[in-house]
């Protein structure tokens, strides 16, 4: 407190003044009334209103009690996918599809070749202690479930509408 003071030493005069109060209350007031009126008066009014056309109308239409009840607001929606990993929401190259969760599949990786190119990719799953390799497109469990992409760490399968991952020990 010192320093401001020592810093500003004709302000210490200038507000302990009758006038300074008066200069004080006159630019508070004047800062309080400019706040209210901008926050009473809508911007669209202050606009000019030369030859400037309206775009959009000054009452706004209210809908009609019907439409309200008649939109699905509450109740579950429809034709919506029941997974955020669904094949009708991500595509098998997005990068997303890494996250997919972890398949309830009996299912096992137990090796994974990651080539150059989709074609020279390849892995080995387990099903009934039986071992098979399958490629990108693949179709596992008598067709219950497709190979859609492999990662160095994980298989993404779609089974079901939904993408799933195995993942390798």
């Known amino acids: 407190m010192r320093r401001l003071r020592s810093a500003f030493p ?3 005069g200038a507000v302990n003044s009758p006038q300074g109060y008066r200069a004080l209350t006159l630019a508070l007031t004047a800062l309080i009334a400019w706040r209210v009126w901008f926050a009473i008066v809508p911007a669209w009014q202050l606009a000019p209103s030369g030859n400037v056309q309206q775009s959009a109308p000054a009452v706004m239409p209210t809908p009609e009690k019907q439409d309200f009840a008649s939109l ?5 929606v429809q034709n919506a996918p029941s997974s ?10 997005d990068p997303g599809i890494f996250y997919a969760p972890r398949s309830a599949l009996p299912l096992r990786v137990t090796g994974l070749v990651i080539g150059a190119g989709e074609q020279q990719s390849m892995a080995i799953i387990e099903h009934n202690a039986r071992q098979a390799s399958y ?3 693949d179709l596992l469990l008598d067709g219950q479930a497709r190979l859609v992409r492999l990662f160095p760490d ?9 993408y799933e991952s195995l993942l390798f020990p």
């Open 10 to 12: 004709h302000w210490q």
């Open 72 to 76: 699905p607001l509450f109740g579950p």
């Open 84 to 93: 955020p990993f669904s094949t009708q929401l991500l595509h098998a190259q």
């Open 135 to 137: 490629l990108q497109g």
């Open 154 to 162: 994980r298989v993404i399968i779609d089974h079901q509408g939904n």
